[in-house]
């Protein structure tokens, strides 16, 4: 068995109880109990970033697709940093898109153990884009968990999911850091594509995903409608587009 | 007397034209079709070999439903009426929206009447207040009575550069649709030179360089490349032979072979048919060895064999054939006229978004009342959380 699968295996298994940590939090109150589950999904990122790092390194592919999964679980396992609010650990459903992409980039480990190069391997540029879409990949799985929470609790952590509104890092960070990052990604790739092909669409795959959960994200920007629940919905919907599609087209 | 109070019906068209919800909900009508050709392959326009490929792959995916689903235009959602009206709404919303903008923009540089209902603030320090919202970028208006803080500029100028980036980005899409063209699959071999039939554009790949060269104007790119030839035969009196690739082709001293695949000639004076085969070697590329082979016709026995790579020369029974390396580039060629509109729409695009997330639209207004504070508007947290009842 090789460490990329045991690390994996461990970081899986740090998320499932980090799951049932919240769960049980919800029925009984113990003193130190978020600061254990913090550190819980800390740790998970740092086990999935190294298995990112085992996944890559060596690798004449700049993303292998076990890498791309392990770095999107990665980005996607920390809880949110917050400033002034130390509670705001959300429900157990915002760990869930982390363990997810965990459980896959396990199977991938286990079954696929060599790994094989990117799609549109070849040329270093589209290879860049790649590892871009693996990081906006974890980052709207990041935003899935936020909004997720948002959705299952507005009150909790209100504003988190939707881009463009509140002041604070967390009410505009990982949201719209998110659709900040699918905004440069849209943009350079439609920009390299005019450059290299002279049309905008090339027709690779996963295009219009990406392009769709953009657009479904800037709709929430603009603020359909004024319930924050529609906003995190629209959100989250735009996010998980994104995973799904970042997951099938590179991972 | 009753006061009536008469809506105004192009008031009312207005401000739904240029609602962030009518927008909102068209960019998720565009989402909505691009997410639908996830689901359903589309069918490709310019190629005819590609298009008769999807059309097997279809109909043995969606068996008897793939003519209905044809006819619904499932299979060409880019291309069909209700996405172009959507796109051209969108387009509408844009420009109304950048006229809206424009003029608010003018109207922010002054002090706007306050709005809203009063809030009374707790443990809020004017003088503090303001020179804190002053130290994170927001602009100050008024006196010690009443202060209207703002991000002007950038908060109003944000998503004015979005909304021109992307009615750029679609006029430069509308361009392309109506002047623009694609070629796919223009193969051309080393030192020959093509011109592309109905636009005067030529494309030639260099022989001393390797590089595809083409008039100004048209974006090339490869799609692949690999080992061809220029062949030519003589017979043993030094007589130059003529070469047929096809039975109704005119013989020719000198034949260009793109070597996609297993590739023959005929020299009919000679008798002879020459079959050359590239040999696998890991990638195809211009160094590929490739299997010369004479066959003499009829009865269409193996004469000689031998393995060129780089060109050469193979000598068999009275003939003298001559390979010279031209190796083929596989292309494709766009005329855009809307690529630079788009590229700087695109480039606006980004940098409205970017700057809308940094700088978002906020304005409020704070003023003593009293003992205390109160403020209207668009309230940070930070005050907002301190506000009392």
């Known amino acids: 068995m090789s460490a990329v699968v045991i690390f994996t295996g461990f970081a899986c298994g740090t998320l499932l109880t980090a799951t049932g940590l919240v769960l049980w939090s919800g029925y009984r109150r113990v ?11 800390w740790l998970a990122g740092g086990l999935l970033l190294i298995v990112a790092a085992l996944a890559g390194y060596g690798d004449r592919a700049l993303v292998t697709p076990l890498m791309c999964l392990a770095l999107i679980a990665a980005l996607a396992a920390p809880p949110e940093i917050r400033r002034g ?50 990081v906006c990949g974890g980052l709207g799985a990041r935003a899935l968990s936020a909004a997720l929470g948002d959705v299952v609790n507005p009150s909790a952590c209100a504003g988190a999911a939707a881009p463009g509104k509140g002041e604070g890092p967390g009410a505009r960070g990982v949201a719209g850091v998110t659709y900040a990052a699918l905004t440069v990604l849209m943009g350079v790739t439609a920009v390299l594509n005019l450059w290299q092909r002279g049309t905008v669409w090339v027709g690779a795959r996963g295009e219009g995903g990406l392009a769709g959960a953009w657009l479904i994200w800037s709709a929430a920007w603009l603020g359909l409608g004024r319930s924050p629940r529609a906003r995190a919905g629209l959100s989250a919907l735009a996010a998980l587009l994104l995973v799904v599609v970042v997951v099938a087209v590179g991972c | 007397m009753i006061a009536q109070t008469t809506r105004d019906p192009w008031r009312s068209a207005w401000r739904f034209a240029i609602s962030r919800g009518l927008l909102a909900a068209l960019l998720l009508g565009v989402a909505a079709c691009l997410i639908i050709t996830l689901w359903l392959p589309q069918a490709p326009s310019a190629d005819p070999i590609a298009y008769a490929r999807w059309l097997s792959q279809a109909q043995a995916r969606f068996g008897n439903a793939t003519s209905t689903m044809r006819a619904l235009g499932l299979f060409a959602i880019t291309r069909s009426v209700v996405f172009r009206l959507l796109l051209a709404l969108v387009a509408d919303c844009l420009i109304l929206r950048l006229v809206e903008g424009g003029d608010r923009l003018l109207r922010s540089r002054e002090m706007a009447e306050p709005a809203g209902k009063w809030r009374a603030l707790e443990d809020v320090h004017l003088p503090g207040v303001m020179a804190e919202l002053q130290r994170r970028g927001y602009r100050t208006l008024g006196d010690a009575e009443l202060f209207q803080a703002d991000r002007w500029l950038w908060a109003e100028l944000s998503p004015l550069l979005a909304y021109s980036g992307g009615l750029l980005l679609l006029i430069g899409l509308l361009l392309a649709r109506l002047w623009g063209w694609q070629l796919d699959g223009l193969t051309i071999q080393s030192g020959e030179q093509v011109v592309l039939p109905g636009t005067g554009k030529w494309i030639t790949l260099d022989s001393s360089t390797r590089r595809v060269m083409h008039s100004p104007g048209i974006v090339v790119s490869g799609e692949e490349s690999g080992p061809g030839m220029w062949v030519s035969a003589v017979d043993s009196a030094g007589r130059s032979l003529g070469l047929q690739r096809t039975a109704e082709a005119e013989p020719v001293p000198q034949v260009a072979v793109a070597l996609t695949g297993d590739q023959y000639l005929a020299i009919p004076e000679a008798q002879r048919i020459i079959r050359l085969a590239p040999q696998p070697s890991g990638a195809m590329d211009a160094l590929t060895p490739v299997l010369v082979q004479v066959y003499r016709s009829p009865p269409g026995r193996l004469e000689t064999e031998s393995v060129v790579e780089g060109g050469g020369r193979l000598m068999a029974d009275g003939l003298r054939l001559e390979f010279i390396d031209a190796p083929y580039v596989r292309l494709a060629a766009v005329f855009n006229p809307g690529r630079w509109p788009a590229i700087a729409g695109l480039v606006l695009l980004v940098v409205g978004v970017l700057g809308a997330i940094v700088w978002p639209s906020r304005r409020f207004w704070l003023r003593e009342d009293g003992e205390g504070v109160v403020g209207t508007g668009d309230l940070p947290p930070a005050l907002g959380q301190a506000r009392g009842g």
């Not at chain 1, 109990?33 to 913090?38: K, M, N, S, V, Y």
Request: proline content about 5%; glycine content about 12%.
């Open chain 1, 31 to 41: 003193a130190g109990l978020t600061d254990a589950i913090r550190v819980l999904r």
């Open chain 1, 85 to 134: 609010s130390r509670d705001c650990q959300g429900s157990p459903i915002s760990i869930v898109p982390a363990l997810l992409v965990a459980g896959l980039a396990l199977f991938s480990a286990a079954l696929r153990p060599a790994g094989f190069a990117w799609a549109g391997t070849g040329d270093r540029a589209s290879a860049w884009v790649g590892l871009a879409m693996a």
